[in-house]
């Protein structure tokens, strides 16, 4: 059997301090954010999936809910904001308090992006309102652990935790507007 080369960190790789280097640190953030992102646009309920689309449509939604645009709009920012948050955590010393607060944060990456499945294409509103909570738990023990490590990092994620808990209002009014018009 040849030998292969092993993926071992090499010394342009690890920064003297214990990080990742600013290219491992990118590539890594850019892959987990991309890859939640790519789930999420899978899922969309766009012209793409006029089925998706006419189901969410076609949906009792409380007047507070946005325009599509606004979705549009707001998820780019929040994952943005998440992806740099990340990438500063990743350059940070590697620590328990830094890998906790990345473990959380790849925990909140793979939530939003499984939650899309979970709503748009298993249509499955309760469990789905219920990750939006789970996501807000998930979402402030992130914020806390990266704020404990760097600053800047806890602070780009309480926009994403803003936006966690008017979901899980907006997801839990569908629900229940969809379990009343099932009951009649």
């Known amino acids: 059997m040849p030998d292969l080369p092993l993926p071992i960190p090499s ?6 301090d214990g990080g990742l280097s600013r290219p491992a640190a990118l590539a890594i953030a850019v892959a ?15 012209r793409s999936h006029p089925r998706i689309r006419r189901w969410y449509q076609r949906l009792d939604k409380p007047g507070f809910v946005p325009p599509d645009a606004v979705f549009g709009a707001v998820w780019p920012l929040l994952k943005t904001g998440l992806a740099v948050g990340g990438y500063r955590l990743l350059r940070q010393p590697a620590t328990a308090p830094r890998n906790a607060a ?11 992006g499984g939650w899309s499945d979970l709503f748009f294409r298993r249509r499955a509103l309760g469990p789905s309102a219920a990750l939006w909570g789970a996501m807000v738990v998930t979402g402030t023990a992130h914020a806390v652990a990266a704020a404990r490590r760097d600053r800047v990092a806890g602070a780009l994620a ?18 229940r507007r969809a379990r009343r018009g099932s009951d009649d």
């Open 102 to 112: 990345l473990g959380l944060w790849l925990i909140n990456g793979a939530l939003i």
């Open 11 to 16: 010394a342009d790789t690890l920064p003297k």
């Open 32 to 46: 987990v954010l991309g890859a939640s992102a790519l789930i999420g646009r899978r899922n969309a309920p766009d």
């Open 158 to 175: 309480l926009p994403l935790l803003a936006w966690l808990g008017f979901a899980t209002v907006m997801a839990t009014d569908i629900w």
